[in-house]
């Protein structure tokens, strides 16, 4: 290991004590997101690092092809992995938003879920927006319907089906993605959303890091410390939005994860009323718990359980006789 990596890797690890510590004092309240979102980012680094690990070990060695930092637009956001199935397309396509609190994350963290969908038959792009601090609502959702509109007007350059797409979101980018299936972003087969966060006034009903890390995010990116009762939140908000037109959608979420109780329950219930197509999957015990993002661990039961449901929920949305 090099001397400049060590050293990051003890700063990051140096902010992940001050952020525990931080974190009993509810910064969200006080601590503008400009200095508290860049710590948090900061102390993020080493576990994210560890996950995206993990999730590579489990990727295929043969069967897919991928692309990265493939720009959609201008800026240094506006670029996207896309991982390709090694067969004759046009191909299905799975655009995927990550996670991130809405202030840190990368494409290059879900790309080995999207190289192990493409082994499977599915091209998958994996989108970048902009971050918090520096951007604002509607700056993300924004970025990736220009990221859409960009795949399908190029679909013919990168082998894809235009007609057979799915947004699928881990975390906020299931947020995201499930604003624009609301706001409208053309004819989408389907919605797969991981972990999601659909009503963010229910994230003061969670744990103390994540009231931290994400009051903070929405303070940022509404630029009002009441962010609560802003536009910006009111337009975030999915639950109380969508309609009977809203895509067939798989929805998940470990039962152990703090933000389980207030997002995801209220959504399939919603879901549910309207008659939406809803595929369902909530594991989680206290011999085995699910905390959030347990999808990505692909090496649990419930992480291989989850990859293969999705596999079969995108396999029936984007077949031609669907």
Known sequence: MSIRR????????????AVRILVHFKPQRWCP????????RLSFTVTNAINVGDLRRHVPETGWTARTDLAYGSGRSAVFDLALPDRPGPHPLVIWVHGGGWHFGDKSDVLPYAETLAARGFAV???????APRAKYPAAPNAVREAIEHLRAHAADYDLDPERI???????????????????????????LFC?????????????????????????????????????????????????????????GGLQDPLFRRQTPPMAERLTELGVDLEEFYPGDEAEPCFHE????????????AFERVVGFLERVTSNSH
């Not at 997101?33 to 948090?40: A, K």
């Not at 792009?125 to 971050?131: E, G, I, K």
């Not at 499930?178 to 004819?187: F, H, K, M, T």
Request: net charge negative; proline share 5%.
């Open 125 to 131: 792009a994996t989108v970048n927006y902009p971050l």
């Open 6 to 17: 060590a050293a990051h890797l003890g700063i990051a690890v140096l902010a992940t004590y």
């Open 196 to 252: 999601g966060i659909y009503d963010p006034v229910g994230l003061d009903d969670s744990d103390r890091m994540f009231e931290a890390v994400l009051e903070s995010a929405m303070w940022s990116v509404s630029r009002t410390r009441d962010w609560n009762t802003s536009t910006a939140c009111a337009a975030m908000t999915i639950v109380d939005k969508v309609g009977t037109n809203f895509p067939p959608t798989f929805l998940t």
């Open 294 to 305: 347990y999808q990505m661990w692909r090496g649990t039961k419930a992480g291989a359980e």
């Open 166 to 192: 799915v947004l699928a979101g881990n975390s906020v980018g299931a947020q995201i993605v499930s604003e624009l299936a609301i706001s409208g972003v053309g004819p989408l087969r389907g919605l797969a």
């Open 33 to 40: 997101p400009t200095i508290s979102l860049r710590l948090f």
